[in-house]
């Protein structure tokens, strides 16, 4: 018999509360999985950033319009490799709780600025910088909508109306965009600015934001000071920012995420921590005939010690791998319907080998007490014991 | 009956003296218990505490209007004509000066830096007719003044001022090209406003070029039935393609979207945990059972019956889950009532709210805890009373 053999009967002598001792790690660990995966995928705008893209918006806030000439000046700035624009459409289909992350942009120039991200097949970016009336649809939203290339779908706005008085648009579908990397989202729209531009009853000739791509990194600072000097005290003052410092500000603003998450998975950990450690305080307790036997067979104490650590670890193990593998079914079952608020949620290699880490940790650290007190034991007075 | 009731009693106070003898398994279930408790009732009286602040924001007498199909302000567009349409419509109350009570509103999102992490966030600037704190109810001016018609000056919510950094009494902002003055501190009764800015609607859409148009009209009216005839009033003029509700309505349904969000977290996460914990507590109750074997077996055997049993082993663990109940409640209480924070709200800006645990919350919470101790203790119960006589005396 093999010290493995030994740890596992041992454990599983008592079925029913090693059984109930995994279920309540099982349970942690899945929370902790979980949790894990919704801050990664809220941070992965961060994480995927470009480190040579920046993003100018308004300087009041990035809700307020800029003039579509920055979009020209910008383009001829020294350090500014390409450039590119967007603006927010509020779109929604049929339904406004059906809403659409939608976007008007430049064809050419967003297709090359994002060229690391989307994969777009050639003919359709031929399409969309030809066709007025294109659109590109996301995978995520052509899977939701069931639309393929060649259906004509009418787009509605919460903000913007046509001069003749519609609230909606229509967009022949002419691509669907797929990522080129995990976690990047496809949960958006992109149809022509110029299209959308020419039919809007108001805000003509203004853009959302631009997004441009330096010649490096290391001048990124250079480029941010050069344009919003350039255009400070205009009417349109702009703030230019990493796409990263940008992406994080925002998400900074929905609250700490982090911070709740840490507290949750903190507080599911000092539970099964109490429960596993007291449990497992008790099992050797009432097992010290036995130890005391192995010790005096002439089992040196550290292979005891090592027979009650190998019992937690196996433990944790155990349940920890179980919450995991549930964690990872709960993401992506969850992923479709969530993607409009956390695109991009998946159990991925990081969380996992985070995971591991703690089970060994929780392994250790419930089966130290115990495992102590089984290297202390008196042979005598194990003996003598019940 | 009286005797079943004394064996009871017997058994139940044997059972529960006896719980020092596991003391450290006991807590761990009281622990679980309670942490389990914190986790659900933070996100409660998280959800409670944002939907306190929108539904004490607006009243049934006070109706705003938007453009049709607009759910938030910040996408929302009323042109100078229909201001004028709407003032001259019926139900709407009239100040000292025989005016009709209005104000026509700006509500753009400008930059602001959140005092405790230092980022940037969105925050509202509205821009409000001369009536626009008279229209509504519970605007007082804590400290300053209100701003001068036409000046470049500013009063902001308390809660603004408290949560974002720069816009302290006296204080200049900068806003686009020009400078703006804080000249006051004002509460809303707790409800919204209080995370806004508020400046003179002329000057804020000179500085936003927006001269042409405002987003929202609001009118208090002369009663909340006055709703029904300025609402067949819109509707019957093809000009004013305006949605009228009543402002309490208003910010009613802006909080749905992000309270359920809440609830939908911290449901789903206290009963998972809650399963853990249930975990813990059978672990501690079949121990508890296990250890007196001895006594059971010898109550039973001089003519103790199996439901004294069964009953002072489930009295044991529903007690151990009410303390770790109580004690979760309570620490929630101590460490998160009162905590304000602010997220980002339905029109787009961030919306400064404090968590707030209700007396009905704490029932939630401490009804989760007693169905663990329930459950809990249930089945090692039916173990306590069924076990053999003979091979518990034999120990």
């Given at each position: 018999m093999n010290d493995f053999v030994l740890v596992f009967k041992n454990l599983f002598r008592r079925k029913l509360r090693a059984g109930l001792m995994i279920f309540s790690i099982f349970i942690a660990f899945a929370i902790f999985g979980v949790l894990a995966s919704f801050e990664r995928a809220f941070n992965a705008g961060q994480e995927l950033a470009a480190a040579d893209r920046l993003v100018t918006v308004n300087k009041i806030n990035f809700t307020q319009p800029l003039p579509y000439s920055y979009y020209g000046r910008i383009a001829g700035m020294e350090g500014v490799k390409r450039v590119t624009f967007a603006n927010w459409f509020g779109g929604y289909y049929q339904d406004p709780k059906q809403f659409l992350i939608t976007f008007a942009v430049e064809p050419r120039s967003y297709m090359d600025v994002m060229a690391e991200e989307f994969d777009i097949a050639p003919d359709a970016q031929a399409a969309f910088v030809r066709t007025r009336t294109a659109a590109l649809v996301g995978e995520t939203v052509a899977n939701k909508y069931g639309w393929k290339v060649g259906d004509r779908v009418p787009l509605s706005s919460s903000i913007f109306s046509q001069k003749n008085g519609a609230r909606s648009w229509d967009f022949d579908v002419v691509g669907i965009i797929k990522p080129k990397k995990p976690l990047i989202d496809t949960n958006f729209v992109l149809f022509q600015y110029e299209y959308f531009n020419e039919t809007r009853s108001f805000a003509k000739d203004t853009i959302g934001w631009l997004v441009l791509q330096t010649t490096s990194p290391a001048i990124n600072d250079k480029v941010i000071k050069t344009i919003d000097e350039t255009f400070a005290n205009s009417p349109f003052e702009t703030a230019t920012d990493t796409e990263k410092a940008f992406n994080k500000a925002f998400m900074a603003q929905l609250g700490n995420i982090a911070l709740i998450v840490t507290l949750v998975v903190g507080a599911a950990f000092v539970t099964i921590l109490m429960i596993v450690g007291n449990t497992m305080m008790m099992a050797i307790r009432e097992r010290s005939r036995e130890i005391a036997v192995l010790k005096a067979l002439g089992f040196p104490g550290g292979r005891v010690l090592r027979l009650v650590l190998g019992e937690t670890l196996l433990l944790a193990l155990i349940g920890g791998l179980a919450g995991l593998g549930a964690a990872a079914l709960v993401t992506t079952a969850m992923r479709e319907s969530l993607a409009n608020f956390v695109p991009g949620l998946a159990l991925n290699a990081q969380i996992v080998v985070l995971a591991l880490a703690l089970m060994v940790a929780l392994g250790l650290a419930t089966g130290l007490m115990p495992a102590v007190n089984a290297l202390r034991l008196k042979v005598a007075a194990g003996l003598g014991r019940g | 009956m009286r005797p079943f009731l004394l064996q009871v009693a017997a058994v139940t106070l044997i059972n529960l003296k006896s719980?020092?003898?596991?003391?450290?398994?006991?807590?761990?279930?009281?622990?679980?218990?309670?942490?389990?408790?914190?986790?659900?009732?933070?996100?409660?009286?998280?959800?409670?505490?944002?939907?306190k602040t929108l539904s004490g924001?607006?009243?049934?007498?006070?109706?705003?209007?938007?453009?049709?199909?607009?759910?938030?302000?910040?996408?929302?567009a009323v042109t100078r004509d229909q201001v004028r349409l709407i003032e001259e419509g019926p139900g709407i109350d009239r100040g000292a000066d025989g005016r009709p009570l209005t104000s026509a509103e700006l509500y753009l999102v400008v930059d602001?830096?959140?005092?405790?992490?230092?980022?940037?966030?969105?925050?509202?600037?509205?821009?409000?007719?001369?009536?626009?704190?008279?229209?509504?109810?519970?605007?007082?001016?804590?400290?300053?003044?209100?701003?001068?018609?036409?000046?470049?000056?500013?009063?902001?919510?308390?809660?603004?001022?408290?949560?974002?950094?720069?816009?302290?009494?006296?204080?200049?902002?900068?806003?686009?090209?020009?400078?703006?003055?804080?000249?006051?501190?004002?509460?809303?009764?707790?409800?919204?406003?209080?995370?806004?800015?508020?400046?003179?609607?002329?000057?804020?859409?000179?500085?936003?070029?927006?001269?042409?148009?405002?987003?929202?009209v609001r009118a208090r009216l002369e009663s909340p039935a006055a709703l029904a005839s300025l609402k067949q009033y819109v509707e019957s003029d093809p000009r004013l393609k305006l949605d009228v509700k009543t402002e309490q309505d208003f910010y009613a349904e802006q909080s749905g979207q992000t309270t359920d969000l809440i609830q939908k977290l911290g449901w789903p996460l206290a009963i998972a945990m809650a399963f853990g914990a249930l975990a813990g507590a059978l672990n501690t109750m079949y121990s508890s059972v296990a250890a007196r074997a001895v006594e059971i077996a010898t109550l039973r055997a001089i003519g103790f019956g199996g439901t004294p049993a069964f009953i002072g082993t489930l009295v044991e663990s529903l007690l151990l889950s009410v303390i770790g109940g109580i004690i979760g409640a309570v620490a929630t209480w101590l460490i998160f009532d009162g905590f304000t924070t602010s997220t980002l709200g339905a029109s787009f800006t961030q919306v400064v709210f404090s968590f707030h645990l209700s007396p009905a919350l704490v029932l939630q919470g401490v009804g989760l805890a007693l169905v663990v101790g329930l459950v809990g203790g249930l089945f090692p119960a039916i173990r306590a009373a069924r076990q053999p006589i003979v091979a518990g005396l034999a120990g």
């Open positions: - | 719980i020092p003898q596991r003391f450290w398994l006991s807590l761990s279930t009281v622990v679980a218990v309670a942490l389990v408790v914190m986790v659900l009732l933070t996100f409660l009286a998280m959800s409670y505490g944002f939907q924001t607006g009243a049934a007498d006070v109706a705003i209007a938007l453009r049709g199909g607009a759910a938030a302000e910040i996408n929302s602001g830096v959140k005092r405790s992490t230092g980022t940037k966030a969105n925050l509202p600037l509205r821009g409000v007719g001369r009536d626009g704190a008279n229209v509504r109810k519970g605007i007082t001016i804590q400290a300053g003044r209100m701003f001068a018609p036409g000046s470049n000056e500013v009063v902001v919510g308390k809660s603004l001022a408290s949560e974002f950094a720069g816009f302290d009494l006296g204080q200049t902002v900068k806003l686009g090209t020009s400078q703006w003055t804080v000249v006051g501190v004002f509460t809303a009764d707790g409800g919204v406003f209080e995370s806004e800015i508020w400046a003179d609607a002329p000057a804020v859409q000179s500085l936003f070029k927006r001269e042409n148009y405002f987003q929202t």
